[in-house]
């Protein structure tokens, strides 16, 4: 009930503070005899990792992570699978500086406001170290789901205002990753990188926007009238720091179509119910039917900037805040991995839900 | 763990088709000692009932509940809140036509492959006539979040192409059930009434976005890492029919600001810390800070509409369906009640959730 | 979280109060495609209404429910199926005696010390006749247990002093129902309903023993290590009114013999895998190993009884209090469909819990 | 959903298997601000330990636990509290020789038959080493609980058939642990100790029963009609390994008694309302009533014993096992901090879940 799991069937739970002795995650629930690829999940991790470029920030988090449990002979037992991720590099003393003050548009004063209580040292509990934890967890979820030949893949669509407008058909999505801000049209990703650059050099942040799809969809996901895919799916990556927003297929652009327009007509596909146009982003009435599934993912810029800014303290007085620490100026790129690691767990989850559907 | 409740303590739990005897709702964790106010129960389900007004439906849904528990001499007693709301006007006759055919952008083949049997007479458990169990329900949340000051509205921002551009906070928003459309800015309005009616003539639909605000929000609740308010809240809003996004706070334009544009700044106000700007909706790390919240909520453009569209049937068939039947050129207006019930019924379960934070 | 619902996938809901105007049940996570037989619904109910012989209270409860919600044509649809059982006969004003009052024994103080409030009419909602629910949602779960070949039966093998000391298997089942105590020993059954006839005459009331077997168990049911599912049956049955203790398998008993005594020796019988002995009662790491499982659940004596007793009322004064009402000397035989139900839907949870754990 | 989780708000996540690299556990819940005292958690531990006396195993566990998570300067912070306790001295070797056998009474048969799959080093998921997380978490809940006045106390009252017949108002409990066996009767403890040495001899194990009670308990805890208070503990004590019953207040020979008998007159004590007997166990209608809860929970001797005995292998053939490993004779002693555990957990649970029961 507190809130630090998520899924029914197959749930995790994470743990852990930016600057404690790690953060991890239990998953209960995976089903017993998947193979767990060990070099998959760092695969995943490293995706996510600081440090990847000279865009992204230079704190070093070596995202080494051990199985404690629910795998033997590199396989799931049924058994709750547990796992740790080490932090290093934690330089707590930098964080002495914030102790009594609250940073703007951080957690600082709302975790103090909840708790009472906060460990201050690198946002804590708030920080976004966290979601290695999510990352670590979503591999297996796809694994699991890749068992099903459902693929999951996601990339930067927008960076503050720079824009990749081709529709994602289109677009080679095995590029993603040969792109140091994860967008796989190469003029585009040019565009954002010096964006970035700029924002770095004037000590500040950037925003943007994360397409994800899944492809390979059977019909049939997602339990009405609450836990509809579309909403766990939106519930899944609202949770990740930094997201103000979420629209799935047609999304906002279109409330401004007509019902004429953006009706999805089915039809005959050599046996199979398809339809021709897809503004429903595969589901109706909160259920897949088997097309594919997309969505958008906003994010904010990132609140730790290295201007100089008006605050308060503890104490409720005026104060200024010089955040020195070592940040990104555009998160977005890092995030891909965690946005498909929500994803995937949640089409996890209800995959094995829909098992019990049916006689 | 089937879909058809939602909420952790105050919690609710829908049934009901929209055909059979009767849709409803059973409440758990309602705390005792609330007064049921039934005329207030009754005016909001007014609020969403079909048939208010000339550019609605002229489906007659006669919404009279009936508490059938958890209500003794008018309070609330800690036992479950049952309450029935009879169908009337059901002919289920006008949809023998659509028994065996696949209604585009419906939820008729999705239910099928889901469930391998499927109640067809007025899309069943599908149709949107279960809300009205969602407000109900949601009228009893806004009752205890009344007893903490707490206020949720919503208005219609746009219909299809018409916008009220007005931030919340110039708009009078007690002018909202003045408006057929319920958008209180009167020449805003009257275009959208407008633009209904001429999709109305044309046979067609119209989508649109409903703004909601909550004000008198305490500071403090919200459970992360994974039930964060805004998430929460999220999946209640992309749950209710037709929804396709979600946004809070600067939402999706917010990802073109940049960090030192973005970030709110902290200030004093006669010893409460506030923020100057208020970019972050309230929320930042997932719990509330104190300021109003405040998002915005897509819907598709009906699926249901009265021109001849292709689709296939239950044997693959390729079919032409004219889907006769009563119903709305825009359902956005009496969504209204239906967003602020979601919204109620999570900020009354996390309200409750908060009370066991601290020691 | 509030505490009105149980099960996992197989989750029912009960509302109601004794004297209101229905009590109910929503039952969610039903598979599809059941075939709902609503005769042996109510054949069901027969068995625990009030008023079946000259050994049970007086008072009517005519039993008559109907299904609000998810069953078309017959079969289960997978949406909830939402059941009501109307009340009848009910005078309140019996009761208007004890509103101040907290009968011995009874929920009345309890409900005022955690709620404030209480509908005294009956005992409210700690009236066994919420039990009604559960048996109508247990039937359902029976039906889904037929299924899959399992089979719950339950008989009262012990009232007050007098005891059916014959091990389950060398009885006839068969003949439970033919007996007025439900106890298919002819002799015990006899000497039984004297003891009742003495202690209502005596204006006094009586406990006992209900042992249940479920017979036709697959192996592999139960999720450990806290929802082992002797776990889950003991709570599902100490959930029912007046139970005071559970035991599996060699129970208390087991606690005299040595280890070399109780192990269960296994052994292939026709190439499957079955135990010579079953003081495991079917359950070993809190996984069913497909013998049969077996249980006792006690039953304290009634609490209302004739006898003038010794109490306080709502301000503390010393009162006494004579119970008029019509009540039950022995609830005990009435119980045994009660016991079937809560075992039924428990086994039918795991069954479909179950069905998630293997890839 | 899956089984590794217990509590609604103060909850716990268990995971690790016996010969893995460690056992842990996640609480999630825990209210901010609660001072957590190492030692008395270590001291928790010890007493469940292995080695600790001549009548328990040689086996030497070192349960130094390590705290991951969610404490900051010795108090609890409202993130999840993640504990480590690494296996030590893990001698797999000893378990190859079971590698394909299922042991008598072991839950190596049905782990397969569930998961296709076994970690069958020490018995994996399957061990009593799990119970040491639960007793770490326990301990946490102890603290809580003691803010509250609450005192959790349980002994050994049976040990195969030598019963501690004196009613527990009449022991000293402060002598528990200055016995081997936990027993506070002098006695009776050195009775028990010899029937251990003689069935440790004999190569043969010893049953027993454990009483627990709980003083200082509020009026008010436990949540009808499936939620109730003993409902929960009945669950909690009944997924420990070994246990076969449990019966409170009066239980099981409560049956045997006439209401006139049974009921617990109240009366007004200094102005609080008392009762004058206690065969309640302080529940009535499942919510306590602010006397005393007492239970008895009945452990069936242990299935690992040095006798030489019958069993099948994977393949269905017959074979004979000899289990060498080292074993304790009776694991009673070392389960009475176990039961306090649970039960301290789930009383802990609903103390938060009844802070939001009222308006």
């Known amino acids: ?33 998947l193979h767990i690829d060990l070099a998959f999940l760092q695969q995943e991790l490293d995706r996510r990792k600081p440090g990847q470029s000279s865009i992204t920030t230079s704190r070093k988090e070596n995202e080494q992570f051990r199985i404690i449990s629910g795998v033997f002979e590199q396989k799931s037992t049924g058994a709750p699978i547990a ?25 600082d004063y709302t975790f103090d406001a909840k708790y009472g209580i906060r460990d201050y040292r690198g946002g804590g509990r708030s920080s976004a170290r966290e979601t290695a934890a999510r990352v670590v967890a979503g591999a297996i979820a796809k694994l699991l789901l890749k068992h ?6 996601a990339y930067v669509s927008e960076i503050g205002k720079i824009k990749c407008s081709t529709e994602y058909s289109l677009l080679n999505l095995a590029d993603t990753e040969k792109s140091l801000v994860r967008c796989p049209d190469k003029t585009v990703s040019d565009a954002m990188i010096k964006s970035i650059e700029k924002a770095k050099k004037e000590g500040d942040s950037l925003g943007g926007i994360i397409k994800c799809i899944v492809s390979g969809m059977p019909a049939g996901l997602g339990e009405p009238v609450f836990d509809k895919l579309h909403a766990d799916i939106g519930k899944a990556v609202l949770s990740i720091n930094a997201v103000k927003g979420f629209e799935y297929g047609s999304g906002f652009a279109g409330t401004k179509m007509k019902g004429s327009e953006h009706n999805d007509t089915f039809t005959n596909q050599n046996g199979k119910v398809v339809t021709t146009t897809n503004y429903s982003g595969g589901i109706q009435g909160g259920i897949s039917n088997g097309m594919d599934f997309y969505c958008n993912v906003a994010f904010k810029p990132t609140a730790t900037i290295a201007h100089l800014q008006q605050s308060v303290d503890k104490k409720g007085n005026q104060v200024e805040v010089a955040v020195k620490g070592r940040h990104d100026p555009c998160v977005i790129p890092r995030a891909v991995p ?3 690691a929500m994803i995937a767990l949640t089409i996890a989850d209800h995959l094995l839900r829909n098992k019990t559907t049916r006689l």
Chains 1, 2, 3, 4 share one sequence.
């Open 1 to 33: 009930m507190a809130g630090n799991s998520i899924g029914e069937i197959f749930r995790i739970t994470t743990f852990g503070e930016s600057h404690g002795e790690a953060i991890g995650v239990v998953l209960d629930g995976c089903p017993a005899g």
């Open 83 to 107: 796992i740790l991720i080490p932090n290093e590099d934690a330089k707590s003393s930098d964080y002495e500086q914030i102790k009594e003050i609250y940073r703007p548009s951080h957690a």
């Open 148 to 153: 099903y030949h459902i693929n999951v893949t």
């Open 338 to 340: 965690i946005v498909e």
